[in-house]
């Protein structure tokens, strides 16, 4: 069992910059591919970007590239989301999301382990 929890979350004002962060217990999180997604009010959980369990290769959705950087620190069994730019439809609770998956898997099916999630708002 992995247990995930994230923090980082808050409000920024539009072209702000935010890092959330997704830390690990239970299991090594090196183990895992993990995965960020958001899901703002009335919308579905969308994908946001993952990083691979190997040689820690990111992929990102069309909507972040560029903006978004995922990385991990192995030591500290935690995974990170710089978010940068941000846009007010940047908005949603982001989470994330770990499996024994490929690095391009962007369905939540894909995932055996999520945390709460945290809100981020970004006002225009």
């Known amino acids: 069992q992995v247990q995930l929890v994230e923090s980082g979350g808050g409000l920024v004002q539009a072209g702000g910059s935010l890092r959330v962060s997704c830390a690990a217990s239970?299991?090594?999180?090196?183990?895992?591919?993990v995965g960020w997604f958001r899901q703002a009010p009335g919308k579905e959980r969308e994908f946001v970007g993952t990083i691979s369990r190997s040689d820690s290769s990111t992929y990102y959705a069309d909507s972040v590239k560029g903006r978004f950087t995922i990385s991990r620190d192995n030591a500290k069994n935690a995974v990170y989301l710089q978010m940068n730019s941000l846009k007010p439809e940047d908005t949603a609770v982001y989470c994330c999301a770990a499996g024994r998956t490929y690095y391009t898997a962007t369905s939540i099916y894909d995932y055996n382990y999520w945390g709460q999630g945290t809100q981020v708002t970004v006002s225009s």
């Open positions: 239970g299991r090594s999180l090196s183990s895992y591919t």
